[in-house]
């Protein structure tokens, strides 16, 4: 079973970065794929960015600029760098992972973590 923990969530004031991390363990095949998604409070859940074993990256068009994603595939491990964080980021998290390569919909991700918050002050 894959599993997945995030950490790295926070408060961080306009303008500024924040860097969240994604642990993840119980894969059994070296071909997969995590991401990023997030939700903001009374919103419906959006793609941000992932990143998959084989080195590609692929990003949400609407977070393309200020977010940077990066997998250490062998650590099994996804970061994601936002900059110039906005109020507008504000909310939780989510990492998410399939055993295949998909793209950033998460109807294609079978395993999810937990979340962690973000909150961005202005």
């Known amino acids: 079973q894959v599993r997945l923990v995030e950490s790295g969530g926070g408060s961080v004031p306009a303008g500024g970065s924040l860097t969240l991390s994604c642990s993840g363990s119980g894969f059994t095949d070296n071909k997969y794929t995590m991401a990023w998604f997030r939700q903001a409070p009374g919103k419906g859940r959006e793609g941000v960015a992932l990143g998959t074993s084989d080195g590609r990256t692929e990003y949400a068009d609407s977070m393309k600029g200020r977010f940077t994603v990066s997998l250490d595939s062998g650590k099994r491990t996804l970061s994601l760098k936002m900059t110039s964080a906005r109020p507008e980021d504000t909310g939780t998290y989510y990492c998410?992972?399939?055993?295949?390569?998909?793209?950033?919909?998460?109807?294609?991700?079978?395993?999810w973590g937990q979340g962690t918050q973000v909150t961005v002050s202005s």
């Open positions: 998410a992972a399939s055993d295949w390569y998909v793209g950033i919909d998460d109807d294609m991700f079978k395993y």
